[in-house]
């Protein structure tokens, strides 16, 4: 039900067509897609969404990071000061460092 209605608002006037671009996980194939971080919030709607996508991706080979955050909701990062939000943010960092240090390695350390 939650999640109908995030769909009614997030699609507003319908897909237009631009479906696979709204929700990745429309795509019939995610081969060749670079590394991917995944952060899902423990108590958001959308957290096993994010799960389901990060275990597609991975059983395409694609390299992927699922970092799941307890405690949280989502949008939870919009508090800056908070520890949870400080601690996310090293970990998107140091995920974005190690891909753009060396775009080839192939996956997560």
């Known amino acids: 039900m939650l999640n109908a209605q995030m ?3 997030y699609l507003r006037d319908g897909d237009h067509g631009m479906l696979p671009y709204a929700s990745p996980m429309k795509a019939e194939s995610f ?4 590394p991917a971080y995944i952060e899902t919030a423990e108590f958001d ?3 096993d969404e994010g799960r389901v996508y990060a275990n ?6 694609v390299p992927v990071r699922l970092e799941e ?3 949280t909701i989502h949008g939870y990062d919009g ?3 908070s520890k949870i939000t400080q601690t996310s943010l090293k970990k998107r960092i140091e995920a974005l460092q190690f891909f753009l240090a060396d775009p080839g ?3 997560f350390p």
Not at 31 to 34: A, K, S, T, V, Y
Not at 56 to 61: I, K, N, V
Request: proline share 8%; charged share 30%; aromatic share 4%.
């Open 7 to 9: 769909w009614r608002i």
């Open 45 to 47: 709607c959308l957290r």
């Open 69 to 71: 955050t307890r405690g």
């Open 105 to 107: 390695k192939p996956r």
């Open 79 to 81: 508090v800056l000061t």
């Open 56 to 61: 597609r991706l991975m059983d395409e080979s």
């Open 31 to 34: 081969h060749g897609l670079p």
